[in-house]
């Protein structure tokens, strides 16, 4: 089996201009370093995060236009590490919270243990356990919840998370287009 590299991202949802996004972030010595905030110009928050000696540390949070939150990325010293959470884009408003899409554990930029999906009802979509780049289980769901089998396991995973591969490159540049001004 192919070892699992993390693919794991979603539409970051920009109402705006991307250009028009107020970054405001703490400096130390040139380098970024403690909070950062990017705001579109309505003033709705679209990503929170921290720096620490001009790397990405911590959680950082992206948002859709409403506030809504998408998807959570952990860094340590600047390489995605922890667990990634992310959610479908709410609807029309009246959902209080929008729905877990994703939930997965990465270790040194790989998955590593689970990575669980949901389709936008919240139903399970797939459910999978990773150890040393190796799947030990897997599980997956049809919209209406009967079992699939799949006979490509490797198949699906690499086009399951290629996607999310392809999400997590464009909010890297957006992080990278719009970094603090120190």
């Known amino acids: 089996m192919p070892k699992y590299l993390l693919f794991v991202l979603f539409p970051f949802v920009c109402s705006a201009n991307a250009s028009a996004l ?20 309505d003033g709705v928050v679209r990503i ?24 959570v990325l952990p860094y340590s010293a600047g390489y995605l590490d922890g667990t990634v959470r992310a959610w479908h884009v709410a609807g029309s408003g009246s959902e209080p919270d929008p729905v877990p899409k994703l939930v997965s554990d990465i270790r040194n930029g790989m998955v590593e243990g689970r990575h669980q999906t949901w389709y936008p009802d919240g139903s ?16 997956t769901w049809s919209e209406q919840g009967a079992v699939l089998e799949i006979k490509d396991v490797d198949g699906f995973l690499n086009a399951d ?20 001004q120190c």
Do not use: M, W
């Not at 997590?168 to 603090?180: I, S």
């Open 22 to 41: 107020q970054i405001a972030g703490e400096c130390h010595d040139g380098l970024a370093d403690g909070a950062y905030v990017a705001t579109a110009a």
């Open 48 to 71: 929170e995060g921290s720096y620490a000696r001009g790397v990405r540390q911590g959680e950082f949070t992206f948002y859709d236009p409403r506030g809504s939150r998408l998807i």
């Open 124 to 139: 399970k979509r797939s459910k999978v356990e990773i150890a040393g780049g190796d799947v030990v289980s897997f599980e």
């Open 161 to 180: 998370l290629q996607g999310d591969f392809r999400y997590y490159e464009n909010l890297e540049r957006v992080l990278e287009a719009f970094p603090p």
